[in-house]
């Protein structure tokens, strides 16, 4: 793979990445939830579908673990209606569900769940890939998560921008480059607004603490 050039512009950067993890005349399923992350990917997303020959269709994912996600769901198919992307739900199984009390790690089990249910969605709609709205921020997260917790080489490597699942469906992840803050400013330019999930500020979970205390401590060290 060739030198890819950095923008200043996120927007450029997100284009570039989309059309180098696509292929023209493709469909991509865009996971959403609703928040910053993944709204900030259905309209950039939008933005460039044309250019780049994509069929676009949202996926929205209930786990079954919080009354709100009624709100957010709405807040989605607005989205989708505006912009003209069709929204597709699929919710957790009661027997799902019932295991992410013994699971070990609610997050790691909603993670598996949210896998499944969107590869299913992926492969009923003749869609082979899956966008997600993992951001440099999380990158930034999942590094120092793995610090934390001990890792090798492969560990420090971060989350691919491209991997495969199961039965020939394949996830990308084209706002790697991308900070959270700049897909906030864009939402905000185009009037687009976003949930925040509670559980991201549940100081039970490591991820959120590394979030909320360490990132904010090493920005104030190296604001780069």
Same mark, same amino acid.
């Given at each position: 793979?060739?030198?890819?050039?950095?923008?200043?512009?996120?927007?450029?950067?997100?284009?570039?990445?989309?059309?180098?993890?696509?292929?023209?005349?493709?469909?991509?399923?865009?996971?959403?939830?609703?928040?910053?992350?993944?709204?900030?990917?259905?309209?950039?997303?939008?933005?460039?579908?044309?250019?780049?020959?994509?069929?676009?269709?949202?996926?929205?994912?209930?786990?079954?673990?919080?009354?709100? !996600?009624?709100?957010?769901?709405?807040?989605?198919?607005?989205?989708?209606?505006?912009?003209?992307?069709?929204?597709?739900?699929?919710?957790?199984?009661?027997?799902? !569900?019932?295991?992410?009390?013994?699971?070990?790690?609610?997050?790691?089990?909603?993670?598996? !769940?949210?896998?499944?249910?969107?590869?299913?969605?992926?492969?009923?709609?003749?869609?082979?890939?899956?966008?997600?709205?993992?951001?440099?921020?999380?990158?930034?997260?999942?590094?120092?998560?793995?610090?934390?917790?001990?890792?090798?080489?492969?560990?420090?490597?971060?989350?691919?921008?491209?991997?495969?699942?199961?039965?020939?469906?394949?996830?990308?992840?084209?706002?790697?480059?991308?900070?959270?803050?700049?897909?906030?400013?864009?939402?905000?330019?185009?009037?687009?607004?976003?949930?925040?999930?509670?559980?991201?500020?549940?100081?039970?979970?490591?991820?959120?603490?590394?979030?909320?205390?360490?990132?904010?401590?090493?920005?104030?060290?190296?604001?780069?």
């Amino acid at each position: 793979m060739g030198t890819r050039r950095f923008h200043n512009d996120p927007l450029k950067r997100i284009q570039a990445d989309l059309k180098r993890l696509t292929k023209p005349g493709n469909g991509l399923l865009l996971a959403v939830s609703g928040g910053s992350d993944s709204t900030g990917l259905i309209y950039t997303a939008s933005r460039f579908a044309k250019q780049l020959r994509l069929k676009l269709a949202i996926g929205f994912i209930d786990h079954g673990l919080r009354a709100e !996600v009624k709100r957010e769901f709405a807040l989605v198919e607005r989205h989708g209606d505006r912009l003209g992307v069709p929204v597709h739900y699929a919710a957790a199984a009661p027997a799902d !569900v019932a295991m992410s009390s013994i699971s070990g790690s609610v997050q790691d089990w909603a993670r598996k !769940v949210r896998y499944a249910l969107l590869t299913q969605m992926a492969q009923e709609l003749s869609i082979h890939t899956i966008a997600t709205g993992h951001t440099q921020d999380d990158q930034a997260e999942t590094v120092l998560l793995r610090l934390v917790r001990g890792t090798g080489m492969d560990g420090l490597s971060g989350i691919p921008e491209q991997r495969g699942l199961s039965n020939g469906i394949s996830a990308i992840r084209p706002l790697l480059r991308v900070t959270r803050q700049e897909l906030r400013d864009y939402l905000t330019s185009v009037n687009a607004t976003w949930v925040d999930d509670p559980s991201n500020r549940d100081q039970r979970f490591l991820r959120v603490r590394m979030r909320r205390e360490v990132l904010p401590l090493l920005r104030s060290m190296q604001p780069a």
